[in-house]
Structures are given as C-alpha cells and as structure tokens.
C-alpha cells in the first residue's frame, strides 16, 4: 500500500522542514522526487541526503513567484517523463495585525504563498491533463479557518490556498485530477526554534512549551507526521478523495474551549 513506484512528484519548498519531510516520505516510497526551492545550498544538501538514503531526487534552484522561471522548471521536467504529483509547500510566515502589516510584506506573503501556488498550477495542470491525470496537493494552515492572533497576511493567504484548492478540485474532475489540502496547527520545524530564539531570546524553552501546549494533545506535530498524511492523499488509496482539507492539528480546531 501507499507505493509511488514510477511516479513523480514535484514538491516546493522541498529543501528544508515540512517540505523536506514529505521529500523524503515519497522517495521511501518510490517515487523520482522533484524538489523545487529557491535556496540553492540547502536544496544540494536535501538532494545528498536522499540520495544517500537510496532515494531517487533531483534538485532544481527556482523562486515559484516567478511565472517564467516555474513554467520553464516544471516544462524541462516534464520532457523527461510524466508528472504524477505537485506539492504546493513553498511558503513564508508573517506576524502582524492589519494596521501593523506594511504593503511590503502583504505583498511579499502574497506573492510566495499565493502567487506562489497559482504559478505551480498554472505551469503543471496542462502537463497532468495531458499525462490523463494525476494529483496536486496544498499546504494550507488551521489559519485559513481560524482566527489566530497576528497573523493577517499569513491567515489570508492561507484562506486563499484553501479556497483555490476546492477551485482546482472541482475544474479538473473530468481531467482525472484530484486536489486536496493539508491543514498543520504548529509543526516542529527549524523554522520554529529560530522564531522563538529570534523573538524571544533567553525564553526559548518556557516559549517552546507554552506553544506546544496549544495544541490540546500537548505537542507540536513532527514534519514527518505531515509526511505521512501528503503519502496518504497522493498515493492511489485515496483514489477517492478530492476537494477535501485534512486539519493535522492536535485537536486544536475542535478540541479547544
């Protein structure tokens, strides 16, 4: 069950935390991996780990909020063979109200989180069409639903994620395409541990606690548990799953209160 063998997947911001985790998930599992991320170092250095792991993987240096450079990226892959699977992970977090958000950096999260997307849409669709079919993923965040403190641009372009993938869902029903998206509470990342040293220096682990307790099952998720579930929605057995989001939170959507 759940084997990728001879699929391919492409996977955004793959290099580094949640994206790396469902990386090296899907070349476990057999499929020729993809990652496509703008940090060239880091992206080499996931590539050697999962190639030393006996993974299949490709690396490619590309920044997904540029229209050409993603359609040219995802066009020289697809000459090598079909594409099976997009994962939309790339992303950047923000913290800020709406009067304490410059345009900046709304237009900075918009333009990864959201234009972001729509780019890897724009440049794959046409190739899964063409492939008769195939399964495109999102990572969308428990701030598309809910109201978290601070976080204005993040939570609105999430809430765009979400709502472009029941979009993509409904369009591509003929096409054999399946859409679904994955919804986190916090996850464990390197990401995490730097926010907290960042903003709360001499605090990190009274600050690492307090955070984890937010979730009611008292810990943050681990990457490869958001691994496990991308494996799950992209592999055959969910053949018949699609317009749907899976909320990996702890309880936190429906449990707090």
Do not use: W
């Not at 923000?94 to 849409?121: M, P, Q, S, W």
């Amino acid at each position: 069950m759940f084997s990728l063998k001879n699929k391919t997947a492409l996977i955004t911001g793959g290099a580094s935390g949640i994206g790396l985790a469902i990386a090296k998930t899907f070349a476990q599992a057999g499929a020729h991996v993809h990652i496509l991320d703008l940090n060239d170092e880091q992206t080499r250095e996931a590539a050697s780990e999962i190639e030393q792991a006996g993974g299949l993987v490709t690396g490619h240096v590309v920044d997904v909020a540029d229209q050409q450079q993603t359609v040219e990226v995802i066009g020289r892959i697809a000459t090598q063979g079909q594409i099976n699977i997009l994962v939309n992970n790339a992303g950047v977090s923000h913290i800020g109200r709406a009067d304490t958000t410059t345009e900046a950096d709304f237009d900075r999260v918009f333009r990864i989180n959201v234009k972001g997307v729509y780019n890897c849409l724009f440049a794959t669709i046409p190739h899964l069409k063409a492939n008769g079919g195939g399964v495109i993923l999102n990572m969308a965040s428990i701030a598309a639903t809910l109201g978290l403190a601070d976080r204005f641009a993040y939570s609105a372009s999430k809430g765009a994620v979400l709502t472009m993938t029941f979009s993509v869902a409904r369009d591509y029903l003929a096409d054999r395409i399946r859409c679904n998206s994955i919804s986190p509470a916090r996850v464990h990342t390197p990401f995490v541990d730097g926010f907290i040293a960042k903003n709360y220096p001499g605090q990190e682990a009274e600050m690492f606690e307090k955070l984890s307790k937010s979730q009611p099952i008292g810990r943050m998720a681990q990457p490869g548990e958001v691994g496990a579930l991308a494996l799950y929605l992209c592999s055959d057995e969910a053949s018949f799953v699609t317009g749907c989001d899976y909320p990996l939170d702890g309880g936190f959507t429906r449990l707090n209160g």
